[in-house]
C-alpha cells in the first residue's frame, strides 16, 4: 500500500465514512478509488464523504503518503466530477420525465418538471455551482436539471466551473494544509470539522426555504406550492 495503515477512527460515523480509513483501503489504486467515490457521489450516489475525502487526499500529498502530484490530483478528481454529473444530467433528461408523465403517479407529476424547468432557467448557474459545496444536493441538482431540460451547453458550462472549483480547490486546500503542525496533530477532529461544515449549507438552505414556504403561503398557496416542490438553492 502507499499510505500508512491507520487507527483513527470517526467514532461518530460509520467506519467507511472515514476518508483516511477508507484511502487506505484503496492501497495502490488510491488515486483511481478516489475518483470513483467522487464519480459516484457526483452522479446517483449522495451518502459519501466527497468533501472531507477531497481534503484528506490533499493532505495525504503534502505528506507524501500519496506520491501522484498535486496538479494531477486536482486534475483526475475534477474530471470524475464532471463525469458524474454529465451522468446524472443524462439520467434525469431520460428517465426522469418518463417517470413524471405516469398517469396515476402519486409522487412523479409533469408539473413538477415544468417548474423544475423554470426554476433552472431563472436561477441555473448560481444553483448548478453552489450546489457543488452542498452535500445531498450536488446529487440531485444533476437529475433536477436533466428532468427540467435545462439547456445542456448552460448547464455544462457552470457544472465544469463548479466541479474545479469544488474537487480542484478542496483537494489543492487540504494540500495547503496539510504540513500545519496543527492540522497534523488534529486530523480526526479536523475530519469532523469538516462534515460538519459541509452539512451547515444544507441547513440553512432547509430553514429558509420552510421560512419562504410560509411566507408565500400566506401570499398566494399557488406559488407556495411551486416553492415546496423546488430546493432553494439559488441564492
Same mark, same amino acid.
Given at each position: 500500500?502507499?499510505?500508512?495503515?491507520?487507527?483513527?477512527?470517526?467514532?461518530?460515523?460509520?467506519?467507511?465514512?472515514?476518508?483516511?480509513?477508507?484511502?487506505?483501503?484503496?492501497? %495502490?489504486?488510491?488515486? #483511481? =478509488?478516489?475518483?470513483?467515490?467522487? /464519480? +459516484?457521489?457526483?452522479?446517483?450516489? *449522495?451518502? @459519501?464523504?466527497?468533501?472531507?475525502?477531497?481534503?484528506?487526499?490533499?493532505?495525504?500529498?503534502?505528506?507524501?503518503?500519496?506520491?501522484?502530484?498535486?496538479?494531477?490530483?486536482?486534475?483526475?478528481?475534477? %474530471?470524475?466530477?464532471? #463525469? =458524474?454529473?454529465?451522468?446524472?444530467? /443524462? +439520467?434525469?433528461?431520460?428517465?426522469? *420525465?418518463? @417517470?413524471?408523465?405516469?398517469?396515476?403517479?402519486?409522487?412523479?407529476?409533469?408539473?413538477?418538471?415544468?417548474?423544475?424547468?423554470?426554476?433552472?432557467?431563472?436561477?441555473?448557474?448560481?444553483?448548478?455551482?453552489?450546489?457543488?459545496?452542498?452535500?445531498?444536493?450536488?446529487?440531485?441538482?444533476?437529475?433536477?436539471?436533466?428532468?427540467?431540460?435545462?439547456?445542456?451547453?448552460?448547464?455544462?458550462?457552470?457544472?465544469?466551473?463548479?466541479?474545479?472549483?469544488?474537487?480542484?480547490?478542496?483537494?489543492?486546500?487540504?494540500?495547503?494544509?496539510?504540513?500545519?503542525?496543527?492540522?497534523?496533530?488534529?486530523?480526526?477532529?479536523?475530519?469532523?470539522?469538516?462534515?460538519?461544515?459541509?452539512?451547515?449549507?444544507?441547513?440553512?438552505?432547509?430553514?429558509?426555504?420552510?421560512?419562504?414556504?410560509?411566507?408565500?403561503?400566506?401570499?398566494?398557496?399557488?406559488?407556495?406550492?411551486?416553492?415546496?416542490?423546488?430546493?432553494?438553492?439559488?441564492?
Amino acid at each position: 500500500m502507499i499510505l500508512a495503515e491507520t487507527t483513527t477512527t470517526l467514532a461518530l460515523m460509520p467506519k467507511w465514512f472515514n476518508p483516511e480509513y477508507l484511502l487506505t483501503q484503496f492501497g %495502490a489504486y488510491v488515486i #483511481l =478509488g478516489l475518483c470513483l467515490v467522487i /464519480f +459516484i457521489e457526483s452522479s446517483v450516489f *449522495p451518502v @459519501l464523504p466527497g468533501d472531507s475525502l477531497l481534503f484528506t487526499a490533499g493532505l495525504f500529498v503534502a505528506q507524501g503518503s500519496i506520491h501522484t502530484p498535486l496538479w494531477l490530483v486536482c486534475l483526475v478528481v475534477s %474530471a470524475a466530477a464532471l #463525469l =458524474g454529473n454529465a451522468v446524472g444530467y /443524462f +439520467i434525469g433528461y431520460k428517465a426522469g *420525465p418518463a @417517470l413524471f408523465k405516469r398517469p396515476d403517479s402519486k409522487f412523479f407529476k409533469q408539473e413538477y418538471v415544468d417548474k423544475t424547468h423554470a426554476f433552472l432557467e431563472k436561477h441555473g448557474p448560481k444553483a448548478v455551482v453552489l450546489a457543488r459545496f452542498v452535500p445531498f444536493v450536488r446529487t440531485f441538482i444533476t437529475w433536477i436539471a436533466g428532468v427540467g431540460r435545462m439547456d445542456p451547453k448552460r448547464y455544462f458550462t457552470y457544472t465544469v466551473i463548479g466541479g474545479i472549483l469544488w474537487a480542484g480547490g478542496i483537494t489543492a486546500l487540504g494540500h495547503l494544509l496539510g504540513n500545519i503542525s496543527f492540522i497534523k496533530s488534529n486530523i480526526e477532529a479536523i475530519f469532523i470539522l469538516i462534515v460538519l461544515v459541509s452539512v451547515v449549507p444544507l441547513i440553512v438552505e432547509w430553514a429558509r426555504s420552510r421560512r419562504e414556504r410560509k411566507l408565500a403561503g400566506a401570499a398566494n398557496p399557488a406559488d407556495a406550492e411551486v416553492t415546496q416542490q423546488i430546493p432553494r438553492i439559488d441564492r
